[in-house]
């Protein structure tokens, strides 16, 4: 199992990204998806996330900006961001939990990470 991420870059203030990460593998299932992002300096802090029934939960620095969706057909969850900031700025990592072929357990996995750098 391996999560891929795609989606980050450079943009301008005020600007729009969208990021993807998709689960591939030997997946049975996914549950809880969400996306958390780490700036120089920082700890890792969690941006949003979404259950398996779609319910969604974001940071207060995000919420009105940054909408997250999944699509389970595909085991892909989106962060669709906008007006984006210059303090937005940070490596984003999705993390998944599912449970994987021949597994009685969820594990939880995590992206290698994207940049998104918003300049001002």
């Known amino acids: 199992v391996q999560l891929v991420e795609s989606g980050g870059g450079l943009v301008q203030a005020g600007g729009s990204l969208r990021l993807s990460c998709q689960a591939s593998?030997?997946?049975?299932?996914?549950?809880?998806m969400g996306w958390y992002r780490q700036a120089p300096g920082k700890q890792r802090e969690l941006v949003a996330t979404?259950?398996?029934?779609?319910?969604?939960n974001y940071a207060v620095s995000v919420k009105g900006r940054f909408t997250i969706s999944r699509d389970n057909a595909k085991n892909t969850v989106y962060l669709q961001m906008t007006s984006l900031k210059p303090e937005d700025t940070a490596v984003y990592y999705c993390n998944v939990d599912l449970r994987a072929l021949g597994s009685i357990i969820v594990y939880n996995y995590w992206g290698q990470g994207t940049q998104v750098t918003v300049s001002s």
């Open positions: 979404i259950t398996s029934g779609g319910v969604t």
């Open positions: 593998g030997s997946i049975v299932s996914t549950n809880a």
